[in-house]
């Protein structure tokens, strides 16, 4: 995969009508997610887009977002190639 050669961003992002602020992707990977001032998760400063709720993270992030997409109970989290 391209993406895996040439450490190309990906896009992340947390639907806020879904996040329940559990804090479990905070806890699993603080290197892409942080708790936002209600609990809920948003992208850490230096990975956010023009929403704290989303952003881009390189490559070498994608298996530690990955685990916490797949542990988010109700499936607030996605990511994709950009
Ligand atoms: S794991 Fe899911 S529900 Fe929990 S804080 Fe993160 S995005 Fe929200």
Redesign the pocket.
């Known amino acids: 995969m391209l993406s895996a050669v040439y450490n190309l961003p990906l896009k992340v992002k947390?639907n806020w009508d879904?996040?329940?602020?559990?804090?479990?992707?905070?806890a699993l990977c603080p290197q892409v997610?942080e708790a936002g001032p209600d609990g809920?998760?948003q992208i850490v400063k230096e990975f956010r887009g023009g929403q704290p709720n989303e952003g881009k993270i390189p490559e070498d992030l994608k298996d530690c977002a990955e685990q916490?997409r797949v542990?988010?109970?109700?499936g607030?989290?996605s990511l994709e190639p950009e």
């Open positions: 947390v879904l996040c329940i602020a559990d804090g479990v992707c905070y997610f809920k998760a916490s542990a988010c109970p109700v607030a989290i």
